[in-house]
């Protein structure tokens, strides 16, 4: 088993899946992987079993499928994959996307900034240098990058990209925050995640990429989701003043 699991949750990738975890596979860093699939009528699943064939031995295990009975929320995937990846034992919790809006290659640099350079969440960021974006509409990148800016005045966390899907968190993050508790199952997901990060006085660092807008299949992104967000984040911030964040070490978590 490697220290690092990449956590990649799909509904509906038959046309990226096994690229992407082809790709992941032949980065020089030697990652796991774990695809969480929302029962994607498309039959992506089936796709993820051909290739466990591939890849996994009969002593090692490097790609892990979890099927889902349906679409439940992108936050309870993620939450569902932190669980199993904590209870195998990795050190090193990565996620991002299974349409390549996130270069794979940029996996090797978000796991550098924990494992080797202290940092306990690495964020694969948009905005830290400007604006990275392509492909994407004028009007939803403003939409992103104000969304982002708007949660940084009202909590005052220090990061420019506060949606970012792309991350490697140490373990003890995880650990720390109690993932049955988290509120959000939608873009608001990602905030509250890098929110509670913060409070609990881990460190954070932001890694430079070029974020592309996917070429093959269909975006998920609602306007539900925004509104879930931008409600959120206020009733987030209140409820933490009134709560104190000390670090301490979880139980081990069921899957």
Same mark, same amino acid.
């Given at each position: =088993?490697?220290?690092?699991?990449?956590?990649?949750?799909?509904?509906?990738?038959?046309?990226?899946? &096994? =690229?992407?975890?082809?790709? +992941?596979?032949?980065?020089? !860093?030697? @990652?796991?992987?774990?695809?969480?699939?929302?029962?994607?009528?498309?039959?992506?699943?089936?796709? $993820?079993?051909?290739?466990?064939?591939?890849?996994?031995?009969?002593?090692? &295990?490097?790609?892990?499928?979890?099927?889902?009975?349906?679409?439940?929320?992108?936050? /309870?995937?993620?939450?569902?994959?932190? !669980?199993?990846?904590?209870?195998?034992?990795?050190?090193?919790?990565?996620?991002?996307?299974?349409?390549?809006?996130?270069?794979?290659?940029?996996?090797?640099?978000?796991?550098?900034?924990?494992?080797?350079?202290?940092?306990?969440?690495?964020?694969?960021?948009?905005?830290? &240098?400007?604006?990275?974006?392509?492909?994407?509409?004028?009007?939803?990148?403003?939409?992103?990058?104000?969304?982002?800016? %708007? $949660?940084?005045?009202? &909590?005052?966390?220090?990061?420019?990209?506060?949606?970012?899907?792309?991350?490697? %968190?140490?373990?003890?993050?995880?650990?720390?925050?109690?993932?049955?508790?988290?509120?959000?199952?939608? %873009?608001? @997901?990602?905030?509250? =995640?890098?929110?509670? /990060?913060?409070? %609990?006085?881990?460190?954070?660092?932001? $890694?430079?990429?070029?974020?592309?807008?996917?070429?093959?299949?269909?975006? !998920?992104?609602? $306007?539900?989701?925004?509104?879930?967000?931008?409600?959120?984040?206020?009733?987030?911030? +209140?409820?933490?003043? @009134? !709560?104190?964040?000390?670090?301490?070490?979880?139980?081990?978590?069921?899957?």
């Amino acid at each position: =088993m490697n220290n690092a699991i990449v956590i990649i949750p799909t509904y509906n990738e038959k046309e990226n899946i &096994t =690229m992407i975890i082809d790709t +992941v596979f032949s980065l020089p !860093k030697d @990652f796991d992987l774990l695809i969480v699939d929302d029962n994607s009528p498309d039959g992506t699943a089936g796709l $993820v079993q051909e290739l466990q064939k591939n890849y996994n031995l009969e002593n090692e &295990t490097r790609l892990h499928l979890m099927q889902r009975p349906g679409k439940q929320g992108l936050g /309870t995937a993620y939450i569902q994959g932190f !669980k199993y990846a904590l209870q195998c034992g990795y050190d090193f919790i990565l996620q991002m996307d299974a349409d390549f809006s996130h270069n794979p290659k940029d996996l090797v640099s978000l796991y550098l900034h924990c494992a080797e350079w202290g940092n306990d969440l690495s964020i694969g960021s948009r905005y830290a &240098t400007g604006v990275n974006v392509v492909n994407w509409p004028m009007g939803r990148v403003l939409l992103s990058f104000f969304a982002s800016k %708007y $949660v940084q005045v009202v &909590t005052g966390i220090p990061v420019h990209d506060t949606t970012a899907g792309f991350v490697c %968190y140490r373990r003890k993050v995880l650990e720390t925050i109690q993932l049955d508790r988290i509120r959000f199952v939608g %873009y608001a @997901f990602q905030i509250e =995640m890098k929110f509670l /990060t913060w409070k %609990y006085g881990f460190r954070l660092s932001e $890694v430079p990429i070029i974020f592309t807008d996917r070429t093959r299949g269909q975006s !998920k992104m609602s $306007v539900g989701i925004f509104k879930e967000a931008f409600l959120g984040v206020i009733q987030m911030t +209140v409820q933490s003043w @009134f !709560k104190k964040y000390i670090p301490q070490q979880a139980p081990d978590i069921p899957v």
